[in-house]
């Protein structure tokens, strides 16, 4: 067994000749315990977080996206897509074509990007979940329905119950100038009934879900889509499909997985948390630098022990190792307990619930949502490591600064 250890093991437990070295190596315990604990479980709450919104935002956002590298649309009609629409490893093929437009309800107006989709979008049995009024159907019949964002039905004051008070549309016709006579002659107006209203985001919510033959014949555009959306089957690695079909298009097309087309929104929740994570470190350094005390008032202690030593034969190292690895054992100790507790606590809050946010719906909980990583664990066990390392080296040094005067006193 190795010296510095056995004897730091016995230091860690025996009984000190001072009790108050006992209390303040206990504290620093606890101190590293409570910080390492509170750390994990923080973390695992912005975990869950995170996957709550992105369960939102993926509702809505395809796994491939696929835009014309330049201009706003391209032509669908060619032997790749085709064959691409064939695939078997794909769930949903829709073809997009959405372009913004002004929209009138009663006596109000607001702008809004009209999305056509094709039949493949409503695929996604998910997006009745995001649903806050009415249904999500497109079509009732041959008549065309939309599916309007909360932020736009407010805005308008739509009453998805009133079938006989439908929404306008209006588009400036292509190819045509302005014309001084009547300026309603350049515009498309379309009607529509709301079916339904959902909620994700106010990025989102400010969206007009048609048809895609409504949008066309809205649009004037008969043969050419601005995007292709693609989700894939359980089994399938989205990002290696994403990958094959973007070397296979080339520079032509630009294609997207859904990170890349909420960058932002990743980029927010990824700052958040490593925010968090930066304060709630500082606050556990304290803690851990705790130890340079109780290291300190130790090494008083044993003063005598330590001349002993040296007189045996133990150099400076072997001394300095008794005490460094004295504090690496408070600290890593309290880090253990500290995340078993968090753990423990995790899998109680995902089983129970028992901390509540307030009113929940189909996509947000009621309770605080928690989702354990073991990245997270790893992460916390090592920056306590990294510090309780240098606290300890910084107390230890302490053992053998006067080392040779103890000798000539003793």
Known sequence: MNTAFYIARRYLFAKKSTNAINIISAISLLGVLVGSAALIIILSVFNGFEEVVLKM???????I?????????????????????????????????????????NNKQAPALV????????????????MVAGS???????????????ALQAYLGVNVSDGFMPLQIFSPKKGIHASSVNPMDDFTVLTISTSGVFEVQQDFDNIMIVPLKFARELLGEEKKISAIE?????????????????????????????????????????SEKWMVYIILTFILIIAIFNIIGSLTMLVIDK????????????????IRGIFLIEGMMITLTGCILGLLIGFIFCLLQQQFG????????????????????????????????FFSFIASALASNLSVKKIDHLNQDL
């Open 354 to 385: 028992w901390f509540k946010m307030g009113e929940s719906n189909l996509l947000i909980p009621n309770a605080y949502p928690i989702a354990l990583k073991w990245k997270d664990f790893i992460l916390v066990f090592i920056t306590v490591s």
């Open 65 to 105: 996206l696929i835009v014309p590298a330049q201009g706003k649309t391209f032509d669908p009609n060619t032997t790749y897509f085709a064959n691409l629409k064939k695939d078997k490893s794909i769930f949903s093929f829709t073809e997009v074509l959405s372009e913004n437009a002004l929209i009138r309800y």
């Open 115 to 130: 999305k056509g989709v094709s039949d493949d979008f409503i695929k996604n049995k998910s997006l009745d979940t995001i």
């Open 303 to 318: 003063l005598k022990d330590i001349s002993i030593l040296n007189s045996l034969g133990a150099g400076k190292k072997l």
């Open 230 to 270: 693609i989700n894939v089957n359980n089994n399938v690695n989205a990002e290696k499909l994403r990958s094959k079909i973007a070397g296979e298009l080339g520079t032509a097309f630009v294609v997207k997985n859904r990170e890349q087309q909420n960058q932002g929104l990743y980029n927010v929740l990824g």
């Open 57 to 63: 935002f993926n509702t809505i956002t395809p796994q």
């Open 136 to 150: 999500f159907v497109l079509k009732s019949g041959a008549y065309p329905n939309a599916v309007i964002g909360s």
